[in-house]
């Protein structure tokens, strides 16, 4: 059974600060890593895609990908109210499904 | 980001209906649509895989039967809820695979979703 593990949360950060989101996964072929945001009602907003050890800088956004420790993460700097939502990490072979995690609940505090 | 359109983004219909859910890519020609159904508070769950011009892969759980996939054209897919009962009221959205990105990614752009109510 492929997994996508995440913590549910909630995450509690002041604004400004830095948001640090974690995924790990159990299939080690898995080869493209995506965290999506999902707005209360709304469908998932693509952030980030990693494919490559390493990290993955865009505006606040950082992904960091370790596929030796199965373990992808998401960094938001400064982070701000508008960042409250909740954050789906998803993983998947070339071709295949999109597994998701159960995401993570970040909420951030003004 | 590549454009997914859904409709209808809301319905309320009786128990016993049939209710059909259209999803779109609208720049862009998808070969591969997902569905998914979200119960509130949880995750994303995966119903069906849809190759336009072959019959959907559904996952395991879900029945073929009651959800009927089409995938006719390379930028529509529908999902079409047969005999709706109130356990199927959920959030069902879609998801298309962009391939302009290359056969190494799998970049996938969701619908806005259609919540489906049964009474």
């Known amino acids: 059974q492929k997994e996508v593990e995440q913590n549910s949360g909630p995450l509690s950060v002041p604004e400004g600060a830095i948001a640090s989101l974690n995924c790990t996964y159990s299939d080690r072929g898995s080869q493209s890593f995506f965290w999506y945001r999902q707005y209360s009602g709304k469908s998932p907003e693509l952030i980030m895609f990693?494919?490559?050890?390493g990290d993955k800088e865009d505006g606040r956004f950082t992904a960091q990908l370790n596929k030796a420790s199965q373990y992808v993460s998401l960094l938001i700097r400064d982070s701000q109210p508008s960042d409250s939502a909740t954050y789906l990490c998803a993983v998947n072979q070339a071709g295949t499904a999109l597994i998701f995690g159960k995401g993570t609940t970040l909420s951030v505090s003004s | 980001g590549a454009v997914v359109s859904q409709h209808p983004s809301w319905v309320i219909c009786k128990s016993g209906t049939s209710v059909k859910i259209e999803c779109r890519s609208l720049?862009?020609?998808?070969?591969?649509m997902f569905w998914y159904r979200q119960f509130p508070k949880q995750s994303l769950m995966l119903m069906a895989t849809?190759?336009?011009?072959?019959?959907?892969?559904?996952e395991q759980g879900v029945e073929k039967d009651k959800f009927l996939i089409n995938h006719a054209s390379l930028t529509l897919s529908t999902l079409t809820v047969t005999s709706a009962h109130p356990e199927d009221s959920s959030f069902y959205i879609c998801?298309?695979?962009?391939?302009?990105?290359?056969?190494?990614?799998?970049?996938?752009?969701f619908g806005p979703g259609t919540r489906l109510t049964v009474l």
């Open positions: 849809s190759n336009e011009g072959s019959k959907a892969t559904y």
């Open positions: 990693i494919y490559s050890n």
């Open positions: 720049d862009f020609q998808a070969t591969t």
């Open positions: 998801s298309a695979r962009d391939p302009r990105r290359g056969p190494h990614t799998d970049t996938q752009y």
